[in-house]
């Protein structure tokens, strides 16, 4: 097998946000490495805005896990449900056999749907500071030993059934979970929305309804109305060495806006982060210093480092997504920005191996931001 070959990402850090929460109570900065150059000043016009407010941007982690769907077959339905009936009583006993499989892997959950004779199972796992991809499979390999060994009528069809579900846009993983649920909240002072947005919150109200559900809706989106999340956790899933296919999943959620006598709330909810701070692609050396950085790899309880990662990652798609929003309540300010911004914009440029290596990356400083974010 030939040496892989490598690819130079730009990338630049935003901020800082301020970030308050059930896990983080912090200020920080936030690495973007992104050709879409406009995104760094757009992310930081909603960074400044964090910290003009009285808390921040308030972030809540509310669930953390990964999952993990095998495929069974069985005699038929009724051997099917059998099993499931057993497999629910003796709950317990999967979570001994899973626990056995690695020395972080916790067996939280189990769901199943029935089709025909084919028997889905879907494992929730705590996986502490890995994404868990590799994690939930191995322990789902042992539990579906265990089944084959121990519950008749059911037969091997395959460790992954769909179910999970892994980079596909489903409606499953945003009703049972998979990866960090995070809600983001931001209170905006009218003054700051007028000043800096150079909008109102009955436009950015109007705007959310019409653009992001009812666009969404008429687009057949799936557990989806957001502007581009996806923007965002692509730019900090490249910069801190996470599986950048999981932004298909991961940028499936929620902006959600309200007026309050001109002040305004603006929030959003992403239940599919899925990123880690251990395991592959964090060897990196580039993603170690961004790690750090981040203040991701302090000595905490397993778990704690990759929910900070999750809700810095959350709170940076909020800034983006407020920013967006409120430019395209202007006509013609997206144009301008992408036209001003995307003119040979210097940054630093993220490596992935070979120039790393050599210690021959570019090290550009980036381009000063100016005091509006995406305005020219």
């Not at 099917?80 to 006993?93: C, D, H, M, N, Q």
């Not at 089944?147 to 037969?155: Q, S, W």
């Not at 960090?180 to 919150?201: C, F, G, S």
């Amino acid at each position: 097998m030939t040496e892989p070959e490598f690819a130079a990402v730009p990338m630049q850090w935003v901020g800082p946000l301020r970030i308050t929460g059930n896990t983080v109570d912090d200020t920080v900065e936030a690495p973007l490495a992104t050709y879409e150059t406009p995104l760094w000043p757009s992310v930081q016009r909603g960074a400044r805005i964090s910290e003009m407010t009285e808390r921040g941007i308030v972030a809540t982690l509310v669930d953390d896990r990964m999952t993990r769907s095998i495929l069974l077959e069985a005699d038929d339905a009724a051997a099917a449900y059998a099993a499931v009936s057993r497999l629910t009583a003796r709950f317990g006993e999967l979570q001994e056999v899973a626990a056995a499989s690695s020395r972080y892997a916790r067996l939280i959950d189990l769901h199943h749907q029935i089709a025909g004779n084919l028997l889905f199972l879907r494992f929730a796992f705590t996986t502490g500071d890995a994404s868990g991809h590799n994690m939930a499979t191995f322990a789902a390999d042992r539990l579906m030993d265990h089944i084959l060994a121990t519950v008749p009528g059911v037969r091997y069809e395959s460790v992954s059934g769909n179910y999970c579900t892994d980079k596909k846009a489903t409606a499953v993983n945003g009703i049972l979970g998979r990866g960090k649920n995070v809600i983001t909240e931001i209170v905006v002072p009218r003054d700051v929305v007028e000043r800096r947005l150079h909008t109102t919150a009955r436009q950015v109200v109007e705007l959310n309804i019409r653009k992001n559900l009812i666009g969404t809706l008429l687009a057949g989106g799936i557990r989806s109305a957001n502007a581009h999340y996806a923007n965002m956790l692509l730019a900090f899933y490249l910069a801190t060495g996470q599986d950048a296919a999981n932004i298909v999943e991961g940028s499936q959620g929620v902006t959600h806006a309200e007026d309050r006598s001109g002040d305004l709330y603006f929030s959003c909810t992403l239940p599919n982060l899925i990123v880690g701070t251990v395991g592959n692609g964090k060897h990196r050396s580039f993603v170690d210093e961004n790690l750090a950085r981040l203040g991701c790899r302090q000595d905490r309880p397993a778990g704690d480092n990759a929910r900070r990662l999750a809700v810095i990652a959350a709170a940076t798609v909020l800034c983006g997504e407020l920013s967006l929003l409120a430019a395209q309540n202007n006509r013609g300010e997206l144009m301008r920005a992408h036209t001003r911004f995307e003119r040979s914009t210097p940054s630093r440029t993220v490596t992935t191996g070979a120039e790393e290596a050599a210690g021959s990356a570019p090290q550009a400083q980036g381009t000063a931001l100016d005091n509006s974010g995406v305005q020219p």
